[in-house]
Protein backbone atom coordinates (compact mmCIF):
# COMPACT_ATOMS: atom_id res chain seq x y z
CA UNK A 1 0.00 0.00 0.00
CA UNK A 2 1.50 3.35 -0.68
CA UNK A 3 2.02 5.64 2.31
CA UNK A 4 4.53 8.22 3.31
CA UNK A 5 5.18 8.84 6.78
CA UNK A 6 4.20 12.78 7.84
CA UNK A 7 6.78 13.90 9.98
CA UNK A 8 5.80 14.84 13.32
CA UNK A 9 2.74 13.81 13.31
CA UNK A 10 0.15 12.86 16.27
CA UNK A 11 -0.79 9.75 16.84
CA UNK A 12 -4.41 10.71 15.55
CA UNK A 13 -3.12 12.03 12.52
CA UNK A 14 -1.33 9.41 11.08
CA UNK A 15 -2.65 6.60 8.86
CA UNK A 16 -4.27 3.09 10.18
CA UNK A 17 -2.70 1.31 13.19
CA UNK A 18 -0.15 4.43 13.29
CA UNK A 19 1.91 2.04 10.29
CA UNK A 20 1.34 3.76 6.80
CA UNK A 21 -0.60 6.55 6.13
CA UNK A 22 -3.81 5.65 4.00
CA UNK A 23 -4.13 8.21 1.70
CA UNK A 24 -6.07 7.04 -1.05
CA UNK A 25 -8.83 9.82 -2.02
CA UNK A 26 -10.54 7.76 -5.17
CA UNK A 27 -11.37 3.66 -5.45
CA UNK A 28 -12.17 3.34 -9.38
CA UNK A 29 -14.53 0.20 -9.47
CA UNK A 30 -13.21 -1.81 -12.82
CA UNK A 31 -15.06 -5.62 -13.78
CA UNK A 32 -12.46 -8.22 -13.33
CA UNK A 33 -13.54 -9.77 -16.85
CA UNK A 34 -12.71 -6.63 -18.61
CA UNK A 35 -8.65 -6.68 -19.09
CA UNK A 36 -9.42 -3.53 -21.43
CA UNK A 37 -10.79 -1.11 -19.04
CA UNK A 38 -8.50 -2.12 -16.36
CA UNK A 39 -5.47 -1.10 -18.04
CA UNK A 40 -7.12 2.06 -19.59
CA UNK A 41 -8.05 2.53 -15.31
CA UNK A 42 -4.42 3.09 -14.50
CA UNK A 43 -4.40 6.26 -16.18
CA UNK A 44 -7.16 7.92 -15.14
CA UNK A 45 -5.85 9.42 -11.59
CA UNK A 46 -7.93 6.89 -9.06
CA UNK A 47 -5.96 7.09 -6.22
CA UNK A 48 -6.77 3.21 -6.23
CA UNK A 49 -8.64 0.73 -8.67
CA UNK A 50 -11.06 -1.62 -7.15
CA UNK A 51 -10.49 -4.77 -9.69
CA UNK A 52 -14.14 -6.50 -8.87
CA UNK A 53 -14.86 -10.22 -9.05
CA UNK A 54 -18.19 -9.49 -7.21
CA UNK A 55 -21.54 -7.53 -8.61
CA UNK A 56 -19.71 -6.29 -11.94
CA UNK A 57 -19.33 -10.12 -13.16
CA UNK A 58 -21.63 -12.18 -14.17
CA UNK A 59 -22.18 -15.23 -12.82
CA UNK A 60 -21.34 -17.58 -15.53
CA UNK A 61 -17.94 -14.91 -15.96
CA UNK A 62 -16.59 -15.32 -12.62
CA UNK A 63 -14.41 -18.45 -13.75
CA UNK A 64 -13.32 -16.08 -16.58
CA UNK A 65 -13.01 -13.16 -15.01
CA UNK A 66 -10.53 -15.02 -12.11
CA UNK A 67 -8.62 -16.00 -14.53
CA UNK A 68 -8.31 -12.66 -16.43
CA UNK A 69 -7.42 -11.37 -12.76
CA UNK A 70 -4.58 -13.74 -12.25
CA UNK A 71 -3.04 -12.68 -15.89
CA UNK A 72 -3.32 -8.95 -15.33
CA UNK A 73 -2.02 -9.13 -12.00
CA UNK A 74 0.76 -11.40 -13.20
CA UNK A 75 1.83 -8.49 -15.84
CA UNK A 76 0.97 -5.20 -13.28
CA UNK A 77 4.26 -3.61 -12.03
CA UNK A 78 2.35 -1.16 -10.41
CA UNK A 79 5.58 1.34 -9.30
CA UNK A 80 5.51 3.67 -6.13
CA UNK A 81 3.50 6.33 -8.32
CA UNK A 82 0.95 3.69 -9.47
CA UNK A 83 -2.51 3.33 -8.00
CA UNK A 84 -3.19 1.38 -5.19
CA UNK A 85 -4.90 -2.07 -6.54
CA UNK A 86 -7.66 -3.31 -4.93
CA UNK A 87 -9.48 -6.90 -5.36
CA UNK A 88 -13.53 -7.55 -4.20
CA UNK A 89 -14.10 -10.98 -3.69
CA UNK A 90 -17.32 -12.37 -3.52
CA UNK A 91 -18.37 -13.58 0.27
CA UNK A 92 -20.00 -16.56 -1.01
CA UNK A 93 -19.46 -20.35 0.63
CA UNK A 94 -17.17 -21.87 -2.64
CA UNK A 95 -16.37 -18.17 -4.37
CA UNK A 96 -14.35 -16.56 -1.48
CA UNK A 97 -12.20 -19.71 -1.85
CA UNK A 98 -11.82 -19.54 -5.23
CA UNK A 99 -11.48 -15.65 -5.23
CA UNK A 100 -8.44 -15.66 -2.89
CA UNK A 101 -6.89 -18.39 -4.63
CA UNK A 102 -6.64 -16.65 -7.58
CA UNK A 103 -5.30 -13.46 -5.89
CA UNK A 104 -2.64 -14.89 -3.95
CA UNK A 105 -1.68 -16.71 -6.76
CA UNK A 106 -1.15 -14.19 -8.98
CA UNK A 107 1.01 -10.32 -9.02
CA UNK A 108 1.35 -8.04 -5.52
CA UNK A 109 -2.14 -6.41 -4.71
CA UNK A 110 -2.57 -3.52 -2.11
CA UNK A 111 -5.79 -5.75 -0.34
CA UNK A 112 -8.72 -7.26 -0.80
CA UNK A 113 -12.20 -5.59 -0.64
CA UNK A 114 -14.83 -7.89 1.51
CA UNK A 115 -18.23 -7.08 0.31
CA UNK A 116 -21.06 -7.65 2.79
CA UNK A 117 -18.97 -8.55 5.59
CA UNK A 118 -20.63 -9.13 8.85
CA UNK A 119 -18.37 -10.74 11.06
CA UNK A 120 -14.96 -9.97 12.49
CA UNK A 121 -14.11 -13.65 12.37
CA UNK A 122 -14.54 -13.35 8.41
CA UNK A 123 -11.70 -10.54 8.58
CA UNK A 124 -9.91 -12.75 10.26
CA UNK A 125 -10.07 -15.97 7.75
CA UNK A 126 -9.56 -13.87 4.37
CA UNK A 127 -6.33 -12.14 6.23
CA UNK A 128 -4.97 -15.51 6.83
CA UNK A 129 -4.80 -16.42 2.96
CA UNK A 130 -3.40 -13.21 1.91
CA UNK A 131 0.30 -12.39 1.62
CA UNK A 132 1.95 -10.64 4.02
CA UNK A 133 1.05 -6.82 3.82
CA UNK A 134 -2.19 -7.45 2.31
CA UNK A 135 -4.54 -4.99 3.90
CA UNK A 136 -8.76 -5.15 3.73
CA UNK A 137 -11.10 -3.13 3.27
CA UNK A 138 -14.57 -4.17 5.37
CA UNK A 139 -17.27 -3.25 2.82
CA UNK A 140 -20.43 -2.89 4.74
CA UNK A 141 -23.78 -3.25 3.38
CA UNK A 142 -26.44 -4.99 5.65
CA UNK A 143 -27.91 -4.89 8.99
CA UNK A 144 -25.62 -6.83 10.96
CA UNK A 145 -22.87 -5.51 9.34
CA UNK A 146 -23.78 -1.51 10.77
CA UNK A 147 -24.24 -3.52 14.21
CA UNK A 148 -20.18 -5.34 14.02
CA UNK A 149 -18.61 -2.45 11.99
CA UNK A 150 -16.91 -1.53 15.23
CA UNK A 151 -15.64 -5.01 15.93
CA UNK A 152 -14.85 -5.54 12.14
CA UNK A 153 -12.70 -1.87 12.19
CA UNK A 154 -10.96 -3.19 15.40
CA UNK A 155 -9.34 -6.13 13.13
CA UNK A 156 -5.11 -4.93 12.82
CA UNK A 157 -5.55 -6.32 9.19
CA UNK A 158 -8.81 -3.55 8.37
CA UNK A 159 -7.20 -0.13 6.98
CA UNK A 160 -10.38 0.82 6.26
CA UNK A 161 -14.44 0.41 5.84
CA UNK A 162 -16.44 1.14 3.25
CA UNK A 163 -20.46 1.44 3.12
CA UNK A 164 -22.33 -0.01 0.11
CA UNK A 165 -25.21 2.14 0.44
CA UNK A 166 -27.35 0.09 -2.67
CA UNK A 167 -27.75 -2.93 -0.82
CA UNK A 168 -27.85 -2.04 2.88
CA UNK A 169 -30.97 0.34 1.58
CA UNK A 170 -32.33 -3.25 -0.21
CA UNK A 171 -31.79 -5.10 2.75
CA UNK A 172 -33.10 -2.32 5.22
CA UNK A 173 -35.94 -1.20 3.02
CA UNK A 174 -35.55 2.44 3.32
CA UNK A 175 -36.64 4.45 0.50
CA UNK A 176 -34.58 7.16 0.89
CA UNK A 177 -35.29 10.94 -0.19
CA UNK A 178 -33.15 12.85 -2.74
CA UNK A 179 -31.06 14.42 0.46
CA UNK A 180 -30.88 10.66 2.11
CA UNK A 181 -31.45 11.90 5.19
CA UNK A 182 -32.85 8.82 6.54
CA UNK A 183 -29.52 7.73 6.18
CA UNK A 184 -27.36 10.02 8.38
CA UNK A 185 -27.14 7.72 11.16
CA UNK A 186 -26.07 4.87 9.29
CA UNK A 187 -23.04 6.65 7.60
CA UNK A 188 -22.52 8.36 11.48
CA UNK A 189 -22.17 4.75 12.71
CA UNK A 190 -19.54 3.63 10.01
CA UNK A 191 -17.57 7.33 10.73
CA UNK A 192 -17.96 6.68 14.82
CA UNK A 193 -16.51 2.80 14.35
CA UNK A 194 -13.87 3.72 11.94
CA UNK A 195 -12.83 6.74 15.15
CA UNK A 196 -12.83 4.31 17.50
CA UNK A 197 -10.76 1.64 15.92
CA UNK A 198 -8.01 4.54 14.76
CA UNK A 199 -7.96 3.52 11.18
CA UNK A 200 -8.70 6.10 8.58
CA UNK A 201 -12.11 7.51 7.46
CA UNK A 202 -14.42 4.94 5.90
CA UNK A 203 -14.85 5.28 1.88
CA UNK A 204 -18.17 7.10 0.79
CA UNK A 205 -20.57 5.13 -1.55
CA UNK A 206 -20.65 5.41 -5.06
CA UNK A 207 -22.89 8.17 -7.17
CA UNK A 208 -24.40 5.45 -9.66
CA UNK A 209 -25.64 8.60 -11.58
CA UNK A 210 -21.99 9.25 -13.11
CA UNK A 211 -23.34 12.02 -15.39
CA UNK A 212 -23.89 14.60 -12.97
CA UNK A 213 -21.13 15.58 -11.50
CA UNK A 214 -22.57 18.62 -10.42
CA UNK A 215 -24.60 16.95 -7.89
CA UNK A 216 -21.56 14.73 -7.22
CA UNK A 217 -19.51 17.47 -6.08
CA UNK A 218 -22.21 18.56 -3.62
CA UNK A 219 -22.19 15.25 -2.12
CA UNK A 220 -19.51 14.12 -2.04
CA UNK A 221 -18.39 17.30 0.23
CA UNK A 222 -21.19 17.06 2.70
CA UNK A 223 -19.59 13.05 3.15
CA UNK A 224 -16.30 14.63 3.35
CA UNK A 225 -17.67 16.84 6.42
CA UNK A 226 -19.53 14.10 7.98
CA UNK A 227 -15.93 12.61 8.22
CA UNK A 228 -15.52 9.87 5.50
CA UNK A 229 -11.90 10.17 4.10
CA UNK A 230 -12.44 9.18 0.62
CA UNK A 231 -15.32 7.63 -1.94
CA UNK A 232 -16.03 5.02 -4.68
CA UNK A 233 -16.45 5.98 -8.21
CA UNK A 234 -18.14 3.54 -11.17
CA UNK A 235 -16.91 5.52 -14.04
CA UNK A 236 -13.34 7.53 -14.82
CA UNK A 237 -15.19 10.63 -15.53
CA UNK A 238 -15.94 11.07 -11.20
CA UNK A 239 -12.36 10.69 -10.36
CA UNK A 240 -11.53 14.19 -10.74
CA UNK A 241 -14.74 15.03 -8.89
CA UNK A 242 -13.75 13.30 -5.43
CA UNK A 243 -9.95 14.00 -5.75
CA UNK A 244 -10.74 17.84 -5.90
CA UNK A 245 -12.97 17.17 -2.62
CA UNK A 246 -10.68 15.42 -0.56
CA UNK A 247 -7.83 17.62 -1.11
CA UNK A 248 -7.17 20.51 0.89
CA UNK A 249 -7.16 23.40 -0.85
CA UNK A 250 -4.11 26.31 -0.13
CA UNK A 251 -6.69 28.61 1.88
CA UNK A 252 -7.64 25.85 3.52
CA UNK A 253 -3.98 25.09 4.44
CA UNK A 254 -3.04 28.50 5.19
CA UNK A 255 -5.83 29.35 7.39
CA UNK A 256 -5.00 26.00 9.33
CA UNK A 257 -1.06 27.05 9.70
CA UNK A 258 -1.87 30.34 10.87
CA UNK A 259 -3.78 29.09 13.46
CA UNK A 260 -1.57 26.68 14.47
CA UNK A 261 1.38 29.40 14.58
CA UNK A 262 -1.11 31.58 16.80
CA UNK A 263 -1.51 28.36 19.15
CA UNK A 264 1.96 28.13 19.48
CA UNK A 265 2.73 31.67 20.48
CA UNK A 266 -0.33 31.89 22.94
CA UNK A 267 1.04 28.43 24.20
CA UNK A 268 4.60 30.17 24.62
CA UNK A 269 2.58 32.73 26.99
CA UNK A 270 1.37 29.88 29.06
CA UNK A 271 -2.40 30.35 27.96
CA UNK A 272 -4.43 27.16 26.72
CA UNK A 273 -6.91 29.26 25.49
CA UNK A 274 -6.54 32.42 23.10
CA UNK A 275 -9.20 34.79 20.98
CA UNK A 276 -7.85 34.37 17.03
CA UNK A 277 -8.08 37.78 14.81
CA UNK A 278 -11.81 37.27 13.71
CA UNK A 279 -12.72 37.07 17.06
CA UNK A 280 -13.53 33.29 17.75
CA UNK A 281 -11.88 31.66 20.77
CA UNK A 282 -9.43 28.70 20.04
CA UNK A 283 -8.80 26.05 22.54
CA UNK A 284 -6.46 22.51 21.61
CA UNK A 285 -9.66 20.96 20.05
CA UNK A 286 -9.39 23.38 17.24
CA UNK A 287 -6.14 23.49 16.82
CA UNK A 288 -6.02 19.98 16.81
CA UNK A 289 -8.77 19.88 13.67
CA UNK A 290 -6.07 22.27 12.06
CA UNK A 291 -2.77 20.02 12.64
CA UNK A 292 -4.85 17.77 10.96
CA UNK A 293 -5.56 19.29 7.99
CA UNK A 294 -2.12 20.24 7.45
CA UNK A 295 -1.07 16.61 8.22
CA UNK A 296 -3.87 15.58 5.21
CA UNK A 297 -1.61 18.22 3.33
CA UNK A 298 1.27 16.95 3.65
CA UNK A 299 0.25 13.48 2.62
CA UNK A 300 -1.67 15.08 -0.57
CA UNK A 301 1.39 16.40 -1.31
CA UNK A 302 -0.12 19.12 -3.51
CA UNK A 303 -3.09 21.22 -1.93
CA UNK A 304 -5.81 22.30 -4.84
CA UNK A 305 -5.97 25.93 -5.89
CA UNK A 306 -9.40 26.79 -4.30
Not at 4 to 12: D, F, H, L, M, S
Not at 110 to 128: N, Q, W
Request: proline share 5%; hydrophobic share 45%.
Amino acid sequence: MRGTTVPGARPEEKGARGEKDVTARSYLYVPADRPDLLTGALGRGADAIIVDLEDAVAERAKDEARRGLAAWLAGYHGGSDGPEVWVRVNNRPGLLAEDLAAVTDSGPISGVSIPKVERHDTIEEVADCLPSGAGIIGLIESAQGVLEAAAIASSPHVVRLALGEADLVAHLGVDPSVGRVELVSLRMGLVVASAAAGVTGPIAPVSTDYRDLAALRTSTEELKKMGFGARSAIHPDQVAVINEAFTPSAAELEEARRLIAAADQASARGAGVFIDEDGRMVDEAVVRSARNLVAEGIRRDAPRDA
